[in-house]
Nanobody, 123 residues
């Protein structure tokens, strides 16, 4: 397995920004798509954003488009999620995941998962 460790979560106010990081250790994930997902209390885990192995392709959930960006630094084995203009409805545990291919192809294609980091946005 590829251990993935998320960091950067916290408690912020609506309109604030946060940057989440996800670092892999033990093995490089540079050849795989990476993604961010989130799960709010009482809800199913949902897709947030994904990035291809080289960073040339990104995709976002409609709810976060124009507010969130995803990037990666393969030399550092790290993927980032920059979250701007946060809203209370963004409150959730955010999970990083590594895919099984070079491009994101759906939830079921994600092979490795981190433990999650809590993001709480107060109104």
């Amino acid at each position: 397995q590829v251990p993935l460790v998320e960091s950067g979560g916290g408690l912020v106010q609506a309109g604030d920004s946060l940057r989440l990081s996800c670092q892999a250790s033990g093995r490089t994930f540079g050849g795989y798509a990476m993604g961010w997902f989130r799960q709010a209390p009482g809800k199913e885990r949902e897709f947030v954003a994904a990035i291809s192995w080289s960073g040339d392709s990104t995709t976002f959930a409609d709810s976060v488009k124009a507010r969130f960006t995803i990037s990666r630094d393969n030399a550092k084995n790290t993927v980032y999620l920059q979250m701007n203009s946060l809203k209370p409805e963004d409150t959730a545990v955010y999970y990083c995941a590594a895919g099984s291919g070079r491009y994101y192809s759906g939830y079921r294609s994600m092979r490795y998962w981190g433990q999650g980091t809590q993001v709480t946005v107060s109104s």
